[in-house]
């Protein structure tokens, strides 16, 4: 498994508005001031979290975004998800495998994935902050 820039900043733009809950909507200028992150990187994040219903936006002078939910409804694997599609360590557990009956490492990989993903989601967003 390899978390990528998407799924890490997703994370860091959730942990961001998660720590100011309640504090309205922040600018992502904001987030990316702090995070120390470019604007533009984090606009694909935040758009992805935006589709996935994770944050809501407004616009204008006092838009940003804000959690759609609070912080303990959000499990980092929900989160990573939402950045990177797949958090699968190798590809065939997403796309299937002509010989998956015949491969001896498929059992291997199945377990893994379900260490990580049984860790990630028993980590929430709250216990980031």
Known sequence: MYITTKGRNA???MIDLAQREGEGYISLADIAERQKESVKYLEISAAQLS?????VSARGKSGGYKLAKP???YSVADI???GEGSLAPVSCLVTGCENACNCMTLPLFKELDEVIMNFLNSKTLKDLI
Do not use: D, P, Q
Not at 51 to 55: I, L
């Open 71 to 73: 912080a303990e409804e």
């Open 11 to 13: 994370l860091k733009i």
């Open 51 to 55: 589709s996935s219903g994770f944050v």
């Open 80 to 82: 990573l998800l939402a």
